[in-house]
Nanobody
């Protein structure tokens, strides 16, 4: 059973930075999609960043490209989301999620795209969420 525990949320002024952490445990397969989603009140949950553990391919939503960076520390089994140049519209509850194991070959993943590959694998594991509030 995969378990995910987020930390690092908080309040920051526009233009500031935060780093979210997600401590992961319970998965031994190397082919997982480790992801950060966010959901603001009245909106749908959206994937903002995805990292494929077998090789490190990444996906970013257009709204966070060049501002957010997803990474992992394998020794600590921890996923990170570095967030810079934060905007009020980044205010949301952020969730760590895992999908997998992915059973497609890399050529199929590249053809399908990482985001769709992970959606098809299914995000079955979720953390409890951490709040990020950006004030103007």
């Amino acid at each position: 059973q995969v378990q995910l525990v987020e930390s690092g949320g908080g309040s920051v002024q526009a233009g500031g930075s935060l780093r979210l952490s997600c401590a992961a445990s319970g998965y031994t397969n190397s082919r997982y999609c480790m992801s950060w989603f966010r959901q603001a009140p009245g909106t749908e949950r959206e994937a903002v960043a995805i990292l494929y553990t077998d090789g490190g391919s990444t996906y970013y939503a257009d709204s966070v490209k060049d501002r957010f960076t997803i990474s992992q520390d394998n020794a600590k089994n921890t996923l990170y989301l570095e967030m810079h140049s934060l905007k009020p519209e980044d205010t949301a509850t952020y969730y760590c999620a895992a999908a997998g194991p992915v059973r497609l070959a890399m050529t199929a993943i590249q053809a399908l795209g990482l985001r769709e590959t992970c959606n098809q694998a299914g995000f079955r594991y979720w953390g409890q969420g951490t709040q990020v509030t950006v004030s103007s």
